[in-house]
């Protein structure tokens, strides 16, 4: 081992220099990150930067960069301490949703980081993130795949992009942090998921073992409005390729029960065996199903409670379980399930 952590730059802010195009992910991000950490750089582990090509803006991500992902962890895994993931903001909370179901509790840190400001710019915050990530890559234990950002350590699963400008970008809205970074470090392990035992045998073999390969287009996601457009309804469940949809609804989980439109799209994508998933548009609280007369007809058509989930959550949810290889009525046993913290408990 020639350091203790492995960074993985995908590309994002972090990493961005100024182009004739505007800001773009540009490679030797090592030396950098060595030159903007200055003499602070002896005070943390080691580390080396494993630039993943091509590197790309976040917006560009898709399901296949998550098994891409886990496939270098696993290759590296018996190699490092620990691992640090840098990641565009516009879809880092997809990504860390992704890694959460697939690699559950780790034996070994993996922790999300980016930044809304470029290292090396004025008024970055790229440093005091890398700073923050590097401190908690080997020195604590924490089995939750994880974001640490604007000096909070927050559950992957859990997080949501609240601010395009603000350096504060990511919250947990219905979570507790695990963790703040201030003057005084302060961890909060009875928060986190219970870590799996390490197999002294093949450390790498848990991780190798979640390794799937995401479906391309298999979730969809519907966001309802007034006047819906029915076309909306009719293209996805005419879409093979379309196995679940995750349905934005009102408040606590409310839906135009009078629209026989909508409610002909309910009956037909339960006929169909397309797993449909409740979710509120709020950004607190969650889905009670049943609790109004306008969201009671939902569990009649085998609609799930996304709960308090967050959007990127249910989705990465539906995705893994397909990749996993379940159909329409293995998803509606395992939907409830707490696989890595992604909903409150009752």
Sequence with gaps: MSAQVLIL?????????????????ASGLQERIEMALGASINTLPSFEVLEISPLIDSANITPKHWTKLVSILATHWQDYDGFIILHGTDTMAYTASALSFMLGACTKNIILTGSQIPLGMNRSDASSNLEAALSLAVSHKIPDVSLVFAGKLMRGSRIQKVSSHCIEAFH??????????DIEMRL????????????????ATSIENNIV??????????TLHPSQPTAIYQSLLDDEDCKAIVLLTYGAGNVPDQNPAFLSFLTEAMLRKKSVVN??????????QGAYAAGSILSSMNVLSGRDMTLEAAFCKLHWLIAKGENYYGILEKWNTNYCGEFSSL
């Design 9 to 25: 730059y995908t590309g994002g802010t972090i990493g961005m220099v100024q182009t004739e195009q505007g800001l773009a992910p």
């Design 213 to 222: 390969s995401f479906k391309t287009g298999a979730v969809g996601i519907i």
């Design 172 to 181: 947990t809205p219905n979570d507790d942090l695990l963790g703040k970074l």
């Design 279 to 288: 979710l509120t548009q709020c950004l607190h609280g969650g889905v009670s």
């Design 188 to 203: 909060y392990p009875d928060r986190m998921i219970k870590s799996k035992e390490d197999d002294t045998k093949n450390p």
